[in-house]
């Protein structure tokens, strides 16, 4: 990796690729990727995994968000442990090896919730990589329990959590302000990840784009990760995907096709120190996703058993291990089945 670093983009360099066409992006994204992974650049991986929401009842009341509910509304909810226990036995059956958990803020679930819960999942299910958990819900364990970061993230590890979905929208306070005022700041979102690190786990890092920023705010977060990972190596992987508009209260203007995979190249071209670049079926569906793994993009993400947060917005498209292996053969790369560390389990 240290061959890619010699001659990596700066920012004033990198706010000027958006102007590049998309072949030109396309073929630079390409050689950063091939240079990044060797051989594996041959390869498009997928996992089998569910998400769950344990509530949706959320103090955070983020503008881009229609997932969210609250206490009194008919429709909220609260999952039981024995409720996500069966969710977690259902993905065992198909095969599934990964568990993504999340929810809203909301003080039910405490540290006590999340400690039994994960320890519980480790005893019945110790095949399963508990990769939960959000900075956001960190740094909210951290205030609701008045204990620094690092003991908290200590306590979930020892529990059983193995690594951290680094859900980041954009990390600028400015354009913060906006979507999500009552969510974690920048500066705390680091401070989640720095901790994460001291404490042996790994994670990723996400970017929810076309929510009213500038390419500058995208580049800018581009680098605040690219810091972060030179000092910590903390990330597996980054996720970049567009706001998906309907049910959410956030009036911008939707983004296009073409900025989505500009904007996957450019953060494969700028963040020459992250193994993985997502496309996002989820968000973007699949013909968007084939294009992305041609613009620099190494992973399809997860089959995603179950999915509730971007169906909240109107969104619906579904997977299968039959999908994402036509998608990723459509664009010419080889697909296979990854663990949550990216190793290649099956070919
Ligand atoms: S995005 Fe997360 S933190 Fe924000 S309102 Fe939705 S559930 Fe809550």
Not at 119 to 146: D, F, G, M, W
Not at 190 to 195: K, L, Q, S, T
Not at 309 to 334: D, F, P, R, W, Y
């Amino acid at each position: 990796m240290e061959a890619v670093k010699k001659n990596r983009v700066a920012k004033k360099e990198a706010l000027i690729l958006f102007q590049n066409d998309i072949y030109a992006l396309a073929k630079r994204a390409d050689e950063t990727k091939k240079k990044v992974l060797g051989s594996r650049a041959d390869y498009a991986c997928f996992i089998i995994d569910r998400n769950i929401n344990t509530t949706n009842i959320c103090s955070a009341k983020c503008n881009f968000c229609a997932f969210y509910r609250e206490e009194n509304d008919p429709d909220s909810f609260i999952l039981t442990i024995d409720e996500i226990l069966e969710k977690v036995g259902q993905l065992q059956e198909i095969g599934g090896t990964r568990v993504m958990i999340q929810g809203g803020l909301n003080d039910k679930c405490n540290l006590k919730f999340y400690t039994r819960l994960f320890s519980t999942i480790k005893e019945r299910y110790p095949a399963i990589c508990i990769h939960s958990l959000s900075p956001a819900e960190i740094n909210y364990l951290s205030k609701l329990e008045r204990r620094s970061v690092f003991e908290i993230v200590l306590e979930l590890k020892k529990a059983g959590l193995m690594s951290l979905p680094g859900a980041a929208e954009i990390l600028v306070d400015e354009h913060r302000k906006k979507v999500s005022p009552h969510k974690l700041k920048t500066a705390e979102w680091v401070e989640v990840m720095e901790n994460i690190h001291k404490a042996g786990m790994r994670s990723t890092a996400t970017m929810t784009f076309g929510m009213g920023e500038s390419f500058a705010d995208r580049i800018e977060h581009l680098f605040i990760i690219r810091n972060l990972q030179d000092k910590t190596g903390v990330f597996r992987a980054f996720i970049p995907w567009t706001f998906s508009k309907p049910q959410t209260r956030l009036n911008v203007e939707e983004t296009t096709g073409e900025d989505y995979i500009k904007t996957v190249a450019i953060s494969r071209i700028v963040l020459d120190n992250i193994d993985h670049i997502h496309a996002g079926w989820v968000t973007e569906g699949f013909e968007l996703s084939e294009m992305a793994l041609r613009m620099g993009a190494s992973d399809m993400g997860g089959i995603l058993m179950e999915e509730l947060v971007v169906k909240a917005t109107g969104t619906t498209h579904t997977s299968s291990k039959e999908t994402m292996v036509k998608v990723i053969k459509n664009a010419g790369l080889k697909p296979a089945i990854r663990d949550s560390g990216y190793n290649i389990i099956e070919e």
